[in-house]
């Protein structure tokens, strides 16, 4: 099934399970490697929180910020795929699918 065929919060939320996957794995390594985890599964995580919590939005204004909301997280869990990646932690090929999900 591709993307473009699920819910944005049944994607979401396989994205998150898998950033928990991935942060659970991290978990196992250095102390560096924990507390990049930590900020991973925070931002990862919230994407999905937040694409849930706009369905119950008491305004459209309320909507589209939760919306906002979700891109910022996405964009964060990005940068710090980015610099899990680029410090050589996880290869690039490991992390290729969540990259991807986060554009």
């Known amino acids: 099934m591709s993307n473009q065929q699920i819910?944005?919060?049944?994607?979401t939320k396989k994205f998150a399970v898998r950033v928990v996957k991935a942060c659970t794995w991290l978990?196992?390594?250095?102390?560096?490697?924990?507390t990049l985890a930590?900020?991973?599964?925070?931002s990862g995580t919230s994407v999905g929180a937040n694409c849930s919590e706009a369905q119950s939005a008491q305004s459209k204004i309320d909507f589209?910020?939760?919306y906002e909301i979700a891109l910022k997280e996405a964009r964060e869990t990005?940068?710090?795929l980015e610099v899990i990646i680029e410090a050589e932690i996880v290869s690039l090929e490991k992390l290729?699918?969540?990259?991807?999900?986060t554009e």
């Open 27 to 34: 978990e196992g390594k250095s102390n560096v490697s924990r």
């Open 38 to 42: 930590n900020q991973l599964l925070k």
């Open 96 to 101: 290729k699918c969540l990259m991807q999900e």
């Open 7 to 11: 819910s944005i919060q049944e994607r």
């Open 78 to 80: 990005k940068y710090w």
């Open 64 to 66: 589209i910020s939760k």
